[in-house]
C-alpha cells in the first residue's frame, strides 16, 4: 500500500524538478546560451532520476543520490560560466565583477 507521506514526497519532488528545470531554461534563453531547452532536459532528467530512484528501491545510499542529482545543475553552471565569460583573458590585477574589473590596462600597477 502507498503510503500518503510517499505521495507526498513524490508530489513535492516532482514540482521542485520542474522547478529547477524551468528555472535552467528561463536563465539560459536570458544569457541567450545555445540550446536551452538541452540544458533544461539534463536538469531534469538528473534530477527526476535522483527523484525516481529515492522513491522506488528503498536501499539507495544518499550520497550516490545527490551525486546524480547534483551532475545537471554542475554541468550547466560550468557551460554558464563559459559562456558568461567566453575566450577573455584572465586579468590577474583585478577579481571577476569587483572593483577595477573596468579599468584599463594602463591603469594597472608594476608588481
Known amino acids: 500500500m502507498v503510503s500518503l507521506q510517499g505521495v507526498a514526497v513524490a508530489v513535492i519532488g516532482f ?23 538541452l540544458w533544461a532536459g539534463i536538469v531534469f532528467a538528473t534530477c527526476g532520476g535522483g527523484l525516481a530512484l529515492y522513491l522506488a528501491p528503498p536501499n539507495v545510499p544518499i550520497p550516490g543520490l545527490l551525486v546524480i542529482v547534483v551532475g545537471g ?6 557551460e554558464r ?7 577573455d583573458r584572465a586579468d590577474p590585477y583585478s577579481l571577476p565583477e569587483g ?3 573596468d579599468s584599463s590596462s594602463d591603469d594597472r600597477r608594476d608588481e
Open 81 to 87: 560560466d563559459d559562456a558568461t565569460h567566453g575566450d
Open 73 to 78: 545543475p554542475a554541468l550547466y553552471l560550468f
Open 99 to 101: 572593483p577595477g574589473s
Open 15 to 37: 514540482a521542485v524538478v520542474l522547478g529547477c528545470a524551468g528555472t535552467v531554461y528561463r536563465d539560459a534563453a536570458r544569457l541567450e546560451i545555445s540550446r536551452p531547452a
